[in-house]
C-alpha cells in the first residue's frame, strides 16, 4: 500500500505558524504532506516523580493505541522532558518500521542552556529531530554518516551538525 500522509499531532503547546514551517519542511524531505493536529490528554500519568521526567515509552506505545492509523505515519509533539531508562533523557524516539514516533522540543531552545533564544534554529532542530524519528518508522536504523539525519546524536550540538535531510544510502533504503 502506498503511504498516503505524514500526521503531526501537538501536545504541547506550540505556535501554530511553528508548526506549519516544521511540516514544509516535512513535505520538502520526504514529497509527503504533513497535516499538522491538535489534541490533548492528561500528561501526568506519564510523569515520573523520582527522575521528573516523562516515561518516553509508555508514551510512544500511548500514541500508537489511540492516534495511530495504518495509513499515515504520526508523530506526536511534546514540550516535556522525555526519558528511557538506560538515558539521562532523549529527544524523541519511534518504532523501527512502524506507524509511530515521538519527539520533544523541551531540550532544543537555546535558552534551556543559558543562551539567547533563536527561533529559527528552534523551529530547525525541531524539524530535524521529527525528521530522524520519521526516518525509523520508514525503515532507517541509525546511520554512521557525520552528517546524516539519522546519525544518532545526545546533544543539541549533535543535531546542529547534521543535515536536514538523508545520505544517499538511507534515501536509498527509506521505505516509502
Ligand atoms: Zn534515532
Ligand atoms: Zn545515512
Redesign the pocket.
Known amino acids: 500500500m502506498k503511504l498516503q500522509k505524514i500526521t503531526l499531532i501537538s501536545f504541547g503547546y506550540f505556535d501554530h505558524d511553528f508548526l506549519q514551517n516544521i511540516a514544509k519542511k516535512i513535505h520538502d524531505e520526504f514529497f509527503i504532506t504533513a497535516q499538522v493536529k491538535e489534541a490533548y490528554f492528561d500528561l501526568s500519568d506519564f510523569y515520573d516523580p523520582a527522575r521528573r521526567q516523562y516515561d518516553a515509552n509508555q508514551l510512544l506505545h500511548y500514541i500508537e493505541k489511540n492516534y495511530s492509523a495504518d495509513d499515515a505515519k504520526t508523530i506526536g509533539l511534546f514540550n516535556v522532558d522525555l526519558f528511557i531508562p538506560i538515558f539521562t533523557y532523549i529527544f524523541g524516539q519511534a518504532f523501527l518500521n512502524g506507524r509511530t514516533g515521538i519527539a520533544s522540543a523541551y531540550r532544543l531552545s537555546n535558552e534551556r542552556y543559558g543562551i539567547d533564544a533563536d527561533a529559527e534554529l528552534m523551529q530547525e532542530r525541531f524539524a530535524k529531530e521529527i525528521i530522524h524519528e520519521l526516518g525509523h518508522t520508514f525503515g532507517?536504523k541509525h546511520?554512521?554518516?557525520s552528517d546524516?539525519?539519522?546519525?544518532s546524536g545526545t546533544y543539541v550540538e549533535d543535531i546542529d551538525q547534521k543535515n536536514s535531510g538523508?545520505?544517499?544510502?538511507?534515501?536509498d533504503n527509506l521505505l516509502i
Do not use: E, G
Open positions: 532507517l546511520c554512521h554518516v546524516c539525519i539519522m546519525r538523508f545520505c544517499q544510502t538511507c534515501n
